[in-house]
């Protein structure tokens, strides 16, 4: 495998349900990101590992729970989730270092389409 | 608050034509801007990525040009091709490392 992978690609829960997308990413990089797109809005940051750590979590409601146990994996754990929660989920890597900041390329999986009934 | 907007929402173009896409953010303050491409069904692919000090980038058919100064950024698609068809996607990173994303617009090339 090589990029950035995502599983599962298509994903239907209950409300009730709980459940986790997977990523990982085949490159080496030391940055991993989770984002959302939804229908008819802008792609949206949730979160942002640098190094295994969150350095960022983009005011995202507590169902939505993220886990980087390395820096090659990244999950998504997700309980009592919305309808509203339905969109697309995309996870991205970089490489990022304090000497090239502002020139890492993101590299993105596939998505996992979610869909909340 | 940082905001992107790309216009315009969705072009369709003949086949061979030149085409310019266009991005706006409102905060100058920007580490570095992105132009993606989403095919559907699939995740978005980085096109061009500029630095806050560069004014350009170049990469084949594509030409991505940055005025921080007016907030302004271009993707320049030159001599289409229906292979081009996709949505394309500006995102600016700001110094305070959130990246924000337009709306995107969606490319229709006629063959």
């Known amino acids: 495998e090589t990029g950035v992978t995502q599983t599962p690609r298509h994903l239907v829960m209950g409300m009730t349900n709980k459940k986790s997308l997977k990523c990982e990413q085949h490159?080496?990089?030391?940055?991993m990101y989770w984002y959302k797109q939804s229908a008819k809005k802008p792609l949206e940051l949730m979160f942002v590992y640098n190094f295994k750590e969150q350095t960022e979590n983009n005011s995202v409601p507590s169902r939505f729970s993220p886990e980087c146990p390395n820096s090659s994996h990244l999950f998504l754990h997700l309980h009592t989730l919305q309808p509203e929660d339905s969109a697309l989920y995309l996870c991205?890597?970089?490489?990022?270092?304090?000497?090239?900041?502002?020139?890492?390329?993101?590299?993105f999986g596939p998505g996992t389409r979610l869909l909340v009934l | 608050k940082q905001e992107v907007t790309q216009i315009p929402a969705a072009l369709s173009v003949p086949e061979g034509e030149n085409l310019v896409l266009n991005c706006s953010f409102t905060?100058?303050?920007?580490?570095?801007l992105q132009w993606f491409r989403q095919d559907p069904g699939k995740g978005l692919t980085s096109l061009l990525l500029?630095?806050?000090?560069?004014r350009e980038q170049t990469s084949g058919r594509l030409n991505a040009s940055l005025d921080k100064s007016s907030g302004r950024s271009t993707l320049y698609i030159a001599a289409s091709q229906p292979g081009d068809s996709a949505t394309y996607l500006c995102a600016v990173e700001g110094r305070d490392d959130k990246i924000i994303f337009g709306k995107g617009t969606r490319l229709h090339i006629l063959p």
């Open positions: 500029i630095q806050s000090s560069q």
């Open positions: 905060d100058s303050a920007i580490y570095n």
């Open positions: 991205a890597s970089s490489q990022r270092s304090s000497s090239s900041a502002g020139q890492e390329t993101q590299y």
């Open positions: 490159l080496g990089h030391n940055a």
